[in-house]
């Protein structure tokens, strides 16, 4: 049997519950954003990824490699008898993880599959572990099937595919929920702000400065999201862009120094925040954008999600 999880947390409580069973795999990597393409191999996505993730949050790209190597590696050493329990919780983070090793686990022919839902607080008494395990379920292979189908829309050059997948797939794990989050990574129509860009902006607006109080409160709002701090500050490093006019500012107090990032606060919402949030120009406009929301590419805002929640081609 083995075990999958995400998180060193979960990891390290699964490996103290007293009827473990097998080797606990720990998933590292963050499927919940970063560049994704239908035609790029596994080793092409990696290195994709990596390159990436060192350019927009400075995680070194060989060290990203190097980890997700080891995954797909360790993924591909599992002999086809073997029994594999797959511990996920209900959020855009994980469900979008599950959704990928769903997919995995369906190429490489293995045929024990079992789904434990796990709740998102990772304090659980081992009374919690035995109830959760005894109540997973096995993963038939009608939903390994669909699963690829849904991992095809995420990984989709355009949005268009996500919304159809709602329209008209049934349940499938909780992925209508998070891919309903995951539409609001899309930048609105009517500012060019995705949501959770939104929010930050608007409790910098309300006198808040400090990334991590801004992350907790915006988490808080997301129940579903699974946000994580290394994704938020990704996404308020793009609006303090040295390119174009930022939004926001953390280099405005005197002495402040110019290596200051978002995390270093404080945090100041410029002018160019200040319109934008006031719909009066749009945040595209000033900033530019080039972004990845799963396999569809944000070059100039061309996709935006409109008022009724349903991603349009932008023509602004």
Wanted: aromatic share 12%; charged share 30%.
């Amino acid at each position: 049997m083995i075990h999958i999880v995400n998180g060193e947390e979960w990891g390290e409580r699964l490996r103290t519950w007293t009827r473990i069973e097998g080797e606990v795999f720990v998933w590292r990597e963050m499927m919940d954003f970063g560049p994704f393409s239908r035609d790029w191999t596994i080793e092409e996505r990696i290195r994709h990824r990596a390159a990436f993730f060192e350019e927009r949050i400075g995680f070194p790209r060989e060290q990203m490699e190097m980890i997700c190597r080891y995954q797909e590696q360790r993924l591909e050493r599992i002999p086809p008898s073997t029994s594999v329990a797959l511990w996920y919780n209900s959020d855009r983070y994980d469900q979008l993880t599950l959704l990928y090793l769903a997919v995995r686990i369906r190429q490489l022919g293995l045929k024990s599959v079992f789904l434990v839902e796990v709740p998102q607080r990772t304090t659980v008494t081992e009374a919690d572990l035995n109830q959760l395990w005894d109540g997973r379920w096995p993963m038939e292979e009608r939903e390994l099937e669909r699963a690829e189908g849904a991992w095809d829309a995420f990984v989709s050059p355009t949005p268009i595919a996500v919304h159809r997948w709602l329209r008209e797939e049934l349940f499938l794990f909780h992925l209508h929920d998070a891919f309903r989050c995951h539409l609001e990574y899309l930048p609105s129509e009517r500012n060019g702000l995705n949501r959770v860009e939104e929010q930050a902006l608007r409790l910098v607006q309300e006198g808040y400065d400090d990334f991590y109080e801004i992350f907790q409160r915006v988490a808080a709002e997301r129940p579903r999201d699974g946000l994580t701090d290394v994704h938020f500050a990704a996404i308020l490093n793009e609006l303090t862009a040295s390119e174009g006019r930022p939004l926001l500012d953390t280099n405005w107090k005197e002495g402040s120094s110019p290596d200051r990032t978002i995390t270093d606060g404080p945090i100041r919402l410029t002018s160019e925040g200040e319109a934008v949030l006031a719909g009066e120009v749009d945040r595209v406009d000033i900033l530019g954008m080039d972004w990845w929301w799963g396999g569809t590419r944000l070059v100039h805002g061309r996709w935006r999600l409109n008022a009724e929640g349903t991603p349009v081609e932008w023509k602004g």
